[in-house]
């Protein structure tokens, strides 16, 4: 069953309540995982008390770019602010690499000066309370992504994901090391953490960069755009058609082929009628309409662009 259209107010008060859950778990894991580390001296743990201590930034950068968006269209920004999310996700993926990079060199260096972990006991009940804590706040970023179409909220909950993998494995190395004694289990899950650290800032700065740069929208939806006008009775045909993402909320234009005996009232009627259908599938979204008499020849961008593919 599909889920009734959020109106923005609602859209931007779920936003605003999921970037401060947010803050408040990082803020409290990285406490928590701060007293670990030291605790056990595991650099396992140490590796995600720093991934949580730049959770506490990217997730402040992401309230800030979410109550941002937030912000009505102005004089000097007709489109709106919703890029100011994709510009967070960018940010929060160089300090994910960041964090990532300076867990390499720490685990380099105790390839060479090794150390025994202590109290591993303490570093599995806090890394298990962390685990559910994570788990807990990414199935609220879920729903509310689902809801909103957030990027900056879909990249925070991107980042935890990871944060569970690796939860998971410093509580598998934490045990290995209690069981049979073996240090360098912990080293080695520290490495395979920074791996996955700089494996998901890639893919962040490269969805954040794509709706910064104006990318297409999925074939999915511009197929979906393409039906519902064409199944439309007055309609007589489609061309043209751009599409991006503002943040969140969609943009469509194109090149609607009308009657061209149509007096200009008729054309402008029958294009709201369209536009409204396009709306109950996409609320929120913005869309511009251009008319045209069908069976017109003129220059086509959709012709340019398979011009350009050759």
Request: glycine share 4%.
């Amino acid at each position: 069953m599909s889920l009734k259209p959020l109106s923005k107010q609602k859209c931007d008060s779920l936003k605003k309540t999921a970037a401060i859950a947010s803050i408040s778990l990082s803020v409290g894991l990285s406490l928590l995982k701060t007293f670990g580390a030291l605790y056990t001296g595991s650099l396992a743990v140490l590796s995600s008390m720093i991934d949580s201590l730049a959770d506490i930034f990217a997730s402040s950068i992401t309230f800030i770019a979410v109550k941002f968006s937030s912000k009505p269209a102005t004089a000097d920004h007709r489109y709106g602010y919703g890029k100011a999310e994709a510009l967070s996700a960018l940010i929060q993926s160089a300090f994910i690499a960041g964090s990532g990079i300076f867990v390499m060199y720490d685990g380099f260096s105790r390839i060479f000066y090794p150390r025994q972990l202590e109290q591993t006991d303490i570093g599995i009940l806090i890394m298990v309370i962390s685990l559910i804590a994570t788990i807990a706040l990414i199935l609220f970023q879920k729903y509310v992504t689902k809801r909103t179409a957030s990027q900056a909220i879909s990249a925070d909950s991107a980042h935890y994901t990871v944060d569970v993998l690796t939860n998971i494995s410093i509580i598998i190395s934490l045990v290995v090391v209690k069981l049979f004694q073996i240090s360098w289990f912990d080293t080695l899950t520290a490495f395979v953490i920074s791996s996955y650290l700089l494996k998901n800032a890639y893919h962040l700065a490269s969805d954040a960069v794509k709706i910064l740069m104006d990318a297409e929208l999925s074939d999915e939806i511009r197929l979906n755009i393409i039906n519902i006008v064409k199944e439309s009775p007055f309609a007589k045909g489609i061309h043209d058609l751009r599409t991006r993402d503002l943040g969140g909320t969609y943009m469509f234009e194109f090149h609607l082929e009308l009657d061209g005996e149509l007096s200009l009232y008729a054309a402008h009627d029958l294009t709201d009628l369209i536009e409204e259908d396009i709306l109950a599938a996409y609320p929120n979204a913005q869309i511009i309409i251009h008319q045209d008499p069908a069976g017109i020849k003129e220059e086509r961008l959709d012709q340019k662009i398979k011009y350009n593919r050759k």
